[in-house]
């Protein structure tokens, strides 16, 4: 008995090691996301659509609220919008801080935005401020920045002379020393100050964004980067792809057009980048029952379970196409049937024999020998042997043919019956002859 105890115990203990393994097995640390969106004032700018027109900023929200919609359970998120509250050039600033359920302090967020100043894309200073937040550089997590914008990297911060593209304190965040000069005037500036200016439109600052990606990279965040409408940076934004460590298929960082990053031009096409990008950050793959692949994500309260179906495709040996079932953790045997073989094949014609030889002409049978003298028994004459069969023509060929013989009964050379239990009497003679002669040879010798 004690030992019986000692065996349950023992089982318990492993039991329990057991579970306790398999619970452990269960928990997960869900991905971290911040949005980081171009809150400029082109992103009030009209889009449209199959008819129907809206603003961009309201394509940005319904794509978000879309993707937080779907995956909301799966994933830790956060905002950050640039520029920050203030306006102008100001460097974005984190407005909803990273977490989970966060989803409705997103949306909320989004739409209470103050659009009456004027608001510019400080896009590289953004990035570079959230490298350095520790919500979304934690290494505890799987870390990740989503970077929407619709335009160039652009400041001008007013100087009561020619504007500038950037601030002493921007450099300084950037680590850009000496820091750049450029103006941000363009051709066609209303702006009194940049009259008789060259017009650099803060082209010496158009790699900041990839400035900024690099940090995110160096801190262990991966970024992907989405461009929304027609007037994007394409080159730097497939650079701070490259740069995020997400570039697409077939990636070209110095190309002028989309390559490396998702590209969208309408409101469908945002939504779509979002969700695959959320969508590729949140579902990890599993193993279902039968070791079925399947999907699942992260919770809050772990691994949910493997998302999988209970079938899998099946080649039969035929090589016809079926699906085997998952039954109480078994599969099936295939159900692809292989086409009935139907009814035997004709065959083939036979084919054509070839012309019978035809029999010699018979031998022309020699006149019977004449009766002996005194009781000599009379030889009969010899009888005649039928001639040997012809040989057999070849198909085609225009060869004289030798004349038909008498009743063989058979193919083949003997002129005479075959079907004869007994030889004719001209033949018996014959042996008869010749047995005689052979004897009297024999004597003489």
């Not at 997960?28 to 659509?49: H, K, Q, Y």
């Not at 010899?382 to 057999?392: H, K, L, N, R």
Request: proline letters at 6%.
């Amino acid at each position: 008995m004690r030992a019986f105890y000692f065996l349950m115990g023992a089982a318990g203990v492993c039991l329990g090691t057991t579970l306790s393994f398999e619970a452990a097995a269960q928990t997960c640390n869900p991905p971290r996301i911040l949005f980081v969106v171009d809150a400029s004032s082109s992103m009030l700018d009209d889009i449209t659509e199959g008819g129907t027109t809206v603003s961009k900023w309201a394509a940005a929200e319904d794509a978000v609220s879309a993707v937080l919609s779907a995956y909301g359970e799966a994933a830790q998120y956060g905002l950050m919008m640039f520029p920050g509250s203030s306006g102008g050039c100001a460097t974005g600033e984190i407005n909803v801080e990273i977490g989970a359920n966060k989803a409705p302090e997103i949306l909320s967020a989004l739409s209470a935005i103050n659009w009456s100043a004027s608001r510019q894309t400080p896009a590289g200073q953004s990035l570079m401020a959230s490298s350095k937040y520790a919500g979304i550089t934690d290494p505890a997590y799987n870390n990740y920045v989503i970077f929407l914008s619709d335009g160039w990297q652009y400041c001008s911060i007013p100087t009561g002379s020619t504007p500038v593209c950037v601030s002493a304190a921007d450099c300084t965040l950037m680590s850009v020393d000496p820091c750049p000069s450029c103006n941000p005037c363009q051709n066609a500036s209303s702006d009194p100050n940049c009259k008789g200016k060259p017009a650099d439109g803060c082209f010496c600052v158009r790699k900041w964004p990839v400035l900024g990606v690099q940090a995110l990279a160096a801190a262990g965040v991966s970024t992907y980067v989405v461009g929304f409408g027609s007037q994007v940076d394409a080159k730097t934004l497939n650079q701070a792809a490259e740069a995020g460590g997400t570039a697409l298929t077939g990636c070209d960082p110095n190309s002028d057009s989309a390559s490396c990053y998702y590209q969208a031009t309408a409101p469908s096409s945002l939504n779509a980048a979002l969700a695959d990008i959320v969508q590729q950050v949140v579902v990890d793959s599993c193993l279902g029952p039968c070791d079925i692949p399947g999907e699942r994500t992260c919770t809050a309260s772990g691994w949910s379970a493997c998302d999988a179906p209970d079938h899998v495709e099946c080649t039969s040996a035929c090589g016809t196409k079926g699906t085997q079932q998952c039954v109480n953790g078994t599969l099936t045997p295939c159900d692809a049937e292989c086409p009935d073989s139907g009814a035997a094949g004709a065959g083939g014609a036979g084919g054509t024999g070839g012309a019978s030889g035809q029999g010699g002409e018979a031998g022309v049978g020699g006149e019977g020998a004449q009766g002996g003298k005194g009781g000599e028994g009379a030889t009969g004459g010899t009888g005649a042997v039928g001639g040997t069969g012809g040989e057999q023509t070849d198909a085609g060929l225009d060869k004289p043919k030798p004349p038909a013989p008498e009743d063989t009964g058979e193919d083949g050379g003997c002129a005479c019956h075959t079907g004869r239990t007994a030889p004719s009497p001209i033949a018996a003679a014959f042996v008869a002859l010749m047995a005689a002669l052979g004897l009297r040879i024999r004597r003489r010798r």
